[in-house]
């Protein structure tokens, strides 16, 4: 149980195309679900927490025009990387909380490797 | 605001081993602390967590340690095997719906056969 899943796993584009990233929790809903950037070699770094049907919550330093998030439903989140340049490049992993039951811990999708040419 | 330290950042023990992990915090209300184990090129997986109305938890070969005197929780793997090798983190939170976790650095396990 508590499966979380990204899409895609990893992504190629274009210096100023945007790409979405989804975040969907399988098996349980989760009305808050957390996003992460990671560099290699690093900790996980919280750019966002998104609950559902109300806008995202971005830390300090993060673009929220560049990085939009959108929190539908219970299941699913998305993070669009808009105009992304090379800069951008980096692991994106999302994570999610149950409604339910132990509602303190996340768990984390497989995460989605973006590189911008 | 809530800070997490980790040591050591690099751990290489013999298969069969134990490995030790230590992390301290600075938040006195936190009290809620996972452990994720993250291979190369994946999410992180919980492995294992505790709760600060507790002193130590065990799965199997993994075990964790909470001294909230000190503010220091430790992660304890005994028999280490080669699949044991990855980047291990704890992470620090107040237990409530909607708390983000405040992550260490990470401490990179190598298990050597």
């Known amino acids: 149980g508590a499966v979380v899943s990204q899409h895609p796993s990893w992504v190629i584009c274009k210096s100023g195309t945007s790409v979405k990233i989804e975040c969907r929790s399988l098996d349980f809903q989760a009305t808050t679900m957390f996003w992460y950037r990671q560099f290699p070699k690093q900790s996980l770094m919280l750019m966002a927490t998104s609950n559902e049907g109300s806008k995202a919550t971005y830390e300090q330093g993060v673009e929220k025009d560049k990085f939009l998030i959108n929190h539908a439903s219970l299941t699913l989140s998305t993070l669009t990387v808009t105009s992304a340049h090379p800069e951008d490049s980096s692991f994106y992993i999302c994570s999610a909380q149950m409604a339910s039951g132990y509602t303190d811990t996340q768990y984390f999708g497989p995460g989605t490797r973006l590189t911008v040419l | 605001g809530e800070n997490v330290e980790q040591h050591p950042s690099t751990l290489s023990v013999q298969e069969g081993d134990s490995a030790v992990i230590k992390c301290t915090y600075s938040?006195?209300?936190?009290?809620?602390f996972p452990w994720y184990k993250q291979e190369l090129g994946k999410g992180p997986q919980l492995i294992i967590d505790i709760r600060s109305n507790v002193g130590e938890k065990k799965d199997q070969r993994i075990a964790v340690t909470l001294n909230k005197t000190a503010k220091h929780f430790s992660l304890h793997i005994t028999e280490t095997q080669p699949e044991d090798s990855a980047v291990y983190f704890c992470?620090?939170?107040?237990?409530?719906?909607?708390?983000?976790?405040?992550f260490g650095p990470g401490t990179r396990l190598s298990v050597l056969p």
């Open positions: 938040d006195s209300a936190s009290n809620y």
């Open positions: 992470a620090a939170s107040i237990a409530d719906y909607g708390q983000n976790f405040v």
